[in-house]
């Protein structure tokens, strides 16, 4: 096998821009979101859009910021662009917490007996 080694990107990219989704996980995350911050049509309209343009974390973020409102009112496209922004800071959260993690000093990591 052998894992592609990731590429070294500018420190001021884009927040967001290394967010890893996946056009499924995308789709997914569009159709959980509740009625109440965009309703049924639009999520489908979104989720079809995600699904045929085959968008990923970094083009999602790109297109939350100016989703036209043929496809989502602007006041749901509000709450949606509020929504995503959590799901980046978790992400963004959780990739700081694993390098903490992996920074630590491996004192007796060399044997652990379960």
């Not at 995503?84 to 990591?109: D, I």
């Amino acid at each position: 096998g052998g894992g592609g080694g990731g590429g070294g990107g500018g420190g001021a990219s884009a927040a967001g821009s290394d967010c890893s989704k996946t056009p499924q996980e995308i789709v997914t995350w569009v159709r959980s979101l509740p009625e109440s911050h965009v309703p049924e049509k639009a999520r489908e309209q979104l989720a079809a859009i995600v699904e045929d343009g085959s968008l990923n974390g970094a083009a999602f973020s790109q297109y939350v910021q100016q989703v036209p409102p043929e496809v989502c009112a602007p006041k749901h496209a509000m709450k949606l662009k509020a929504a995503w922004a959590n799901v980046l800071k978790e992400t963004e959260a959780r990739q700081v917490a694993l390098a903490n993690l992996n920074a630590a000093p491996k004192q007796k990591a060399t044997m652990i007996v379960v």
